[in-house]
């Protein structure tokens, strides 16, 4: 008996149907319950203030960012993927589509007008540059 119930609990779980069904499960929880994490550096020097978003998967069309009054950017990048598999041994096709999007509101250091920011994209990296505004005193 139990060497019947081992083999049908082997059988059960090696079903490529059910493996495809867990691993399609997987994907839903991970899309839906991890958010996209956009790490974000900050760099400051005498003449600019300059904000780093590291996008490494994104494409200039995907990236977008929105002035919000004088002291706020919000930065959203949609990641729309489609991939598809042609298995013509088998004469099997599978299809594939995600669809992400995500949001990071980035909080300027003091306020300043839309005309004063300049946005670059390049190598995976949105650079968002301001005019620096503090004023430094030198320490003797």
């Given at each position: 008996m139990k060497k019947d119930l081992s083999h049908i609990l082997d059988s059960f779980f090696d079903d490529r149907s059910l493996k495809k069904l867990l691993h399609t499960l997987d994907e839903y929880v991970h899309r839906t319950f991890s958010p996209?994490?956009?790490?974000?550096?900050?760099?400051?020097?005498?003449?600019?203030?300059?904000?780093?978003?590291?996008?490494?998967n994104a494409t200039r069309d995907?990236?977008?960012l929105q002035f919000i009054d004088n002291t706020r950017l919000l930065l959203s990048v949609i990641y729309d993927e489609q991939i598809e598999t042609i298995d013509d041994e088998k004469k099997f096709v599978?299809?594939?589509r995600t669809y992400e999007r995500a949001t990071k509101s980035i909080f300027l250091p003091y306020p300043v007008s839309e005309s004063d920011i300049q946005a670059s994209?390049?190598?995976?990296?949105?650079?968002?540059?301001?005019?620096?505004?503090k004023t430094f005193i030198p320490i003797e």
């Open positions: 996209i994490y956009i790490p974000i550096d900050v760099r400051e020097t005498n003449e600019e203030y300059v904000i780093i978003a590291h996008l490494p995907s990236v977008h599978q299809r594939k994209f390049q190598d995976g990296k949105l650079i968002i540059r301001l005019p620096q505004r």
